[in-house]
């Protein structure tokens, strides 16, 4: 059993089969009457795409392109949490108000995952996996496999 859980760092793709590990992570909240910080990971363009992008935008452009990006990615972010509490959860099983906030950050996923874990000090990870063959398991890896290994807190992983 997991020790007192006050706060849960949910990461996630938000892709269509996510649901199950979101799932887990409210299961956690409302047992143990916790926080979630649901977060996203933006993997930052390759240096030839961004020289390509910046070939045919200004750099004051492109910054604004991607805050805004960023802010409408936000804020789809809190339109899922809010149809997700709807559909999903009972009138008694709604989550307190602010029980869920969201991030969305930059950077590569697993490395990211685990500097924000630190930063609110999760006690505990949850997020999903896809199944994967075993030879592109082995050789690529997975961002669960790598917050797995990496991580000094326990990390939930759900089986999308």
């Known amino acids: ?25 409210v299961s956690l909240c409302g ?17 030839s795409a961004q020289s390509i992008v910046q070939n045919m935008i200004s750099e004051a452009d492109l910054n604004e392109l991607h805050d805004q990006s960023l802010e409408n990615l936000k804020f789809k972010i809190e339109e899922r949490i809010q149809r997700f509490c709807e559909s999903e959860l009972e009138q008694n099983e709604i989550l307190d108000e602010g029980a869920v906030t969201s991030r969305v950050e930059e950077g590569t996923p697993w490395k990211t995952i685990l500097r924000v874990a630190d930063e609110i000090n999760a006690d505990v ?36």
């Open 1 to 25: 059993m997991l020790p007192d859980v006050k706060k849960i760092l949910y990461a996630s793709d938000i892709d269509k089969g996510s649901r199950p590990a979101f799932r887990a992570a």
């Open 31 to 47: 047992h143990y009457h916790s926080e979630i910080t649901y977060l996203h990971v933006i993997e930052p363009l390759s240096a």
């Open 125 to 160: 990870i949850v997020m999903g996996t896809r199944t994967h063959s075993a030879m592109g398991q082995f050789l690529l890896g997975s961002t669960a496999n790598k917050v797995m290994h990496n991580s000094k807190r326990p990390v939930l992983i759900v089986p999308l």
